[in-house]
């Protein structure tokens, strides 16, 4: 299983890449699916479950505006309880 944090362009995707990045996240940045992304500009950055809390934890000290955080299982989206 997998999570997605949605964010609203390649910019803030890319800066929250470098932050994950510099703390051990493992990631990859993709487009959404259109039910997702609330908009055709979306991305979002794939981690790793286990890694949900210290991304949120990260997260809380940003001022880039999350769309979305999201637990992937089996195939199907689901809010995260953070």
Do not use: W
């Amino acid at each position: 299983m997998g999570c997605l944090i949605v964010v609203g362009s390649i910019t803030y995707a890319q800066r929250l890449a470098r932050l994950f990045s510099s703390h051990g996240i493992a990631l990859s940045v993709i487009k959404p699916p259109v039910s997702l992304g609330h908009g055709s500009c979306s991305y979002a950055l794939r981690i790793k479950e286990a890694d949900l809390q210290k991304a949120a934890a990260l997260l809380s000290g940003i001022s880039i505006k999350i769309k979305g955080i999201y637990v992937v299982e089996n195939g199907k989206y689901r809010e995260a309880e953070i």
